[in-house]
Nanobody, 124 residues
Framework: QVQMVESGGGLVQAGGSLRLSCTASGFAVKDVHLAWFRQAPGKEREGVSCMHWSGSPTLYTDSVKGRFTISRDDAKNTLYLQMNSLKPEDTAMYYC?????????????????WGQGTQVTVSS
């Protein structure tokens, strides 16, 4: 059974950092393309970052370039999103995903497996 479970969200002040984790079961993260999406209230789900199954390249939407880093730990079968210099506009529910095409812009309808989401709130 395929499952993806996110953790690491929370409330942080602007300029702070968070690291999101997404632990997968039922498949190996090293074998599929991986991605992070986010969705703010009243807005469409937005692709944030993706990683090719080989580990490279890693791609980012323009608004997070230089601040966010996607990575994975194959031994732990876990995907990460390190978020630095957080801004209030980064506030959203963040979702990990697997099994879609590794190309920007990410289209959520093309991704197969999803986590349940973890809330990130950045206060000003």
């Amino acid at each position: 059974q395929v499952q993806m479970v996110e953790s690491g969200g929370g409330l942080v002040q602007a300029g702070g950092s968070l690291r999101l984790s997404c632990t997968a079961s039922g498949f190996a993260v090293k074998d599929v393309h991986l991605a992070w999406f986010r969705q703010a209230p009243g807005k469409e789900r937005e692709g944030v970052s993706c990683m090719h199954w080989s580990g490279s390249p890693t791609l980012y939407t323009d608004s997070v370039k230089g601040r966010f880093t996607i990575s994975r730990d194959d031994a732990k079968n876990t995907l990460y999103l390190q978020m630095n210099s957080l801004k209030p506009e980064d506030t959203a529910m963040y979702y990990c995903a697997a099994g879609g095409p590794s190309a920007m812009p990410l289209r959520h309808e093309e991704w197969v497996y999803w986590g349940q989401g973890t809330q990130v709130t950045v206060s000003s």
